[in-house]
């Protein structure tokens, strides 16, 4: 049996997304247990996923809890309910059994947007720019030197 | 906030692009079909006279609309995050045209693609959609409107992946004098965050 519990529901985006996966077996042993964090699409013959962030125990045995600590990306997507598709948000923890179907549980959370902060959503500079300005730095101090 | 895309001029409907280009393609297949008979060649071409009236007014009416129609650009003073409320502007340069009435809509589309490699089917809806009011600032050679918009709190922000896209766009219609009515559509990013007052 996979138990997950989550600090919290709601979260904003940018923001962690803390809590602990508990794994309890009952009767076989896990050869893995592996907890990810995910957002998919759902609609009508959409099946379009990304995962996040992964935590994995090797062989957990028959008791072990994996805390766990994840990124929500600033870019989202957010959750979202639509007409044609919806955005979901969630954790799915997974036993991997030998000789048996997985056992799995999935927890689904709500993405919020974060407070519009400026500053927060400015394009970082080219790394090549930064390259050529740090390069004419140097020149200059050689120069001043 | 950096120019955007315009997705026009749009000159009417597509389909009057479409009919008219079928009408000269059977034109040119009868006049083929009718010159190869000594007899029937004048009838001939007399359909690919007629056939061709069509594509030659089409492409008469582009080419006075993209004299008389500069590129348009749009404008944002700031990013647009959820909750924004501020004013865009819109200009493109006019030569020997004029604005008569202009009609500028916020709207949000979702967009899936559905089934699998062969049978790819990408399907649309609109699910916000706003009427705005455009104020048009009189300048010489040039149409300038200021448009006030408004991004509901509630969203949705702008995403896209390989299956589904949300993406908001402000389309234009104008009518015009001295040129062919046209159109724009202009794409925006709404950011994932909402503006707390």
Redesign the interface.
């Known amino acids: 049996m996979i138990r997950i519990d989550l600090a919290q529901d709601e979260i904003r985006?940018g923001e962690h997304l803390r809590g602990r996966a508990q794994w309890t077996s009952e009767g076989k042993d896990a050869r893995k247990l592996e907890v990810l964090c995910r957002w998919r699409?759902e609609?009508?013959?959409?099946?379009?996923e990304?995962i996040i962030d992964l935590e994995i125990d090797v062989a957990p045995g028959a008791q072990a809890t994996i805390p766990f600590d994840f990124e929500i990306p600033?870019?989202?997507?957010?959750s979202?309910d639509?007409?044609?598709?919806r955005?979901v948000w969630e954790i799915v923890a997974r036993a991997d059994l030998p000789f048996a179907f997985d056992a799995e549980e999935i927890k689904p959370f709500t993405v919020r947007?974060?407070?519009?902060?400026?500053e927060?959503?400015e394009e970082p500079e080219d790394e090549e720019d930064e390259d050529e300005e740090e390069g004419e730095e140097e020149e200059e101090e050689d120069a001043g030197s | 906030m950096s120019d955007r895309t315009d997705y026009g001029p749009v000159l009417g409907s597509g389909y009057i692009h479409l009919a008219s280009t079928i009408v000269l393609g059977f034109g040119i297949f009868l006049a083929y079909q009718l010159w190869k008979n000594p007899l029937t060649r004048q009838v001939g071409l007399i359909i690919l006279a007629v056939s061709v009236i069509p594509a030659v007014i089409t492409i008469f009416r582009f080419m006075r609309l993209r004299r008389a129609l500069g590129t348009a650009d749009l404008d944002f003073e700031?990013?647009v995050?959820?909750?924004f409320s501020g004013t865009a502007t819109y200009a493109r340069p006019l030569r020997g045209a004029e604005l008569r009435t202009i009609e500028a809509r916020l709207q949000c589309e979702?967009?899936?693609?559905?089934?699998g490699r062969k049978q790819k089917k990408t399907?649309q809806?609109v699910?916000y959609d706003e009427p705005l009011t455009p104020s048009v600032t009189p300048a010489m050679e040039r149409l300038e409107v200021r448009i006030p918009v408004k991004i509901p709190t509630t969203?949705?922000?702008t995403?896209w992946?390989?299956?589904?896209k949300?993406t908001w766009w402000i389309r234009l219609k104008l009518r015009m004098a001295g040129c062919p009515n046209t159109a724009s559509s202009f794409q925006i990013q709404v950011?994932?965050?909402?503006?707390?007052r």
């Not at chain 2, 979702?110 to 089934?115: A, D």
């Not at chain 2, 992946?161 to 589904?164: D, G, K, R, T």
């Not at chain 2, 950011?191 to 707390?196: F, G, N, Y």
């Open positions: 985006n699409v609609g009508k013959g959409s099946k379009h990304e600033m870019v989202g997507p957010l979202y639509g007409k044609l598709f955005i947007p974060r407070p519009y902060v400026p927060e959503f | 700031d990013s995050p959820l909750g979702e967009e899936v693609v559905r089934g399907i809806k699910v969203g949705p922000s995403m992946c390989e299956e589904a949300i950011l994932p965050a909402v503006v707390e």
